[in-house]
């Protein structure tokens, strides 16, 4: 029996624009590696590209086992993206305290002075709960992230009801489609290989 359906499940409502501070939720069976089933933080938007990080892709590694020469500091480190994987990013909440810090949205910073920031940390002033640490970054050039997002891979929300300096949950991609509307709501049920059914 044929059902008439006045949605289409996989078609991605554009009501919100990307922006730097917003979130990209990915479509339930985009195939790529890094970005299957990810949740994203957009830390910069603009004509000329736009960079995130991956907030769902946890290590199991605390920053001082990836760095030589950092303190001892009980903070997580995620996979933030298949660019520039041999570099280390973070997004924070201490503000100016931090020097050089670019401010991206309400009290969240992305970057700054690291050696100011090791400073801080040997020196007890920073909480592991007030950043994140990203092992690479997910970037796009110009356009590039728009043509993903009509093709239908990428969801754009706020970020108003997650803490982007939590520590990493592997199970975010749901936890967040589960606050949106029905149908992505429905995205969550699915499960990972469609055959599985």
Known sequence: MKIDLNFDFFKIDRNIQPSKGRMLI???FLPDIYFRRS???LTEYSEEGSVGFILNKPTGLKIHEVI???P???AEVSVGGPVANDT???CHILGHMLPDSYHVIDDIYWGGNFLALKKLISNG???ANKIR?????SGWSSKQLEREIEENSWLVTNNASWNIVSKSDKDAWQKVLKNLDEKYRLWSKYPENPILN
């Open 39 to 41: 949740v994203i933080f």
């Open 68 to 70: 030589n020469d950092f």
């Open 72 to 74: 001892e500091f009980d």
């Open 88 to 90: 280390v990013h973070f």
């Open 125 to 127: 002033l920073v909480d």
């Open 133 to 137: 640490f990203f092992i690479g970054y």
């Open 26 to 28: 990915s479509e339930p």
